[in-house]
């Protein structure tokens, strides 16, 4: 093999490797991982950080539609 079938053999490899990588489940939300790192925070016997106040209601954007 050439020089260049090996780079792209290598650079091909990595794509794939990087693109296995991840988690599979639901996005978290910024409240839900305050709540979270609330939770870490009190089993691990550290200092709570503030609560997070509840999120507003979501209201309706005008591009919602495209999506």
């Known amino acids: 093999m050439t020089a260049s ?3 792209a053999l290598i650079a091909l490899s ?3 490797a990087l693109a296995a990588c991840g988690r599979k489940a639901d996005l978290d939300t910024p409240y839900d991982a305050a709540i979270e790192a ?5 089993r691990d016997d ?4 503030p609560e997070p106040e509840k999120p507003v209601e979501d209201r309706p954007f005008i591009l919602d539609g495209l999506i």
């Open 46 to 49: 550290k200092p709570l950080p």
């Open 14 to 16: 990595a794509a794939l």
């Open 38 to 42: 609330r939770k870490q925070a009190e």
């Open 5 to 7: 079938r090996i780079c």
